[in-house]
């Protein structure tokens, strides 16, 4: 049962090495949640291009990791330049991860993000259908707007304040001291592979 797991989460925010896990989370959400996160039907190539261009786009990208598996991520992307002060966000949990409060995490540390950066307007663009996501956004006081096929979920984010900004600089901090270690060990562990030939 994944839930049983869910202790071993780690939340942090992407970075360019972390591009094969963004595009093997991306390609592994089944089709109806590709639908609901894109509004479209999309293919594995449309995914890889989409996870190459958007890790390397002005995007914060937060991630909920489980080892080196990204079970759930929320996008914040600037609304044309970084000065207008809006922004949208996009979410997406693999299937066997929702409904145990990753998506509400992930919202919460996006949002804290667009607050520190002054992005005071909010969107969210998904099916009218997608009762999970509006839900989410219901929950973050999210006003929700009903286009036609589509649902808007305009948020607004607080003003930044010292503690916001330190929050979110100290969990950056412990994410790097965890991916640190990491790197440590995994550098153990290849020399000791390279080390047991060779003594053998």
């Given at each position: 049962m994944p839930h049983a797991e869910l202790?071993?989460?780690?939340?942090?925010?992407?970075?360019?090495?972390?591009?094969?896990?963004?595009?093997a989370h991306l390609i592994a959400l089944d089709p109806d949640s590709r639908r609901t996160r894109f509004g479209m039907a999309t293919t594995d190539a449309f995914l890889v291009q989409y996870a190459e261009r958007c890790i390397t786009l002005n995007a914060i990208i937060h991630g909920a990791f489980l080892g080196e598996t990204l079970v759930g991520v929320a996008e914040l992307r600037p609304i044309g330049d970084l000065f207008t002060g809006e922004a949208e966000m996009a979410f997406s949990v693999l299937a066997d991860w929702r409904n145990c409060g990753i998506g509400t995490a992930l919202f919460a540390r996006a949002l804290r993000s667009a607050r520190n950066r002054g992005f005071g307007r909010l969107y969210m663009t998904c099916l009218k259908n997608n009762a999970p996501m509006r839900a989410l956004a219901r929950k973050f006081s999210a006003e929700i707007v009903v286009e036609i096929d589509e649902s808007v979920a305009l948020v607004?984010?607080?003003?930044?304040?010292?503690?916001?900004?330190?929050?979110?600089?100290?969990?950056?901090?412990?994410?790097?001291?965890?991916?640190?270690?990491?790197?440590?060990?995994?550098?153990?562990?290849r020399k000791r592979l390279v080390a047991e030939p060779a003594s053998r």
């Open positions: 202790d071993q989460i780690v939340f942090r925010k992407l970075h360019m090495g972390d591009h094969a896990a963004f595009e607004e984010a607080p003003r930044r304040s010292i503690i916001s900004i330190m929050r979110e600089a100290l969990d950056d901090a412990s994410a790097f001291t965890t991916l640190a270690l990491d790197w440590q060990k995994r550098a153990l562990a």
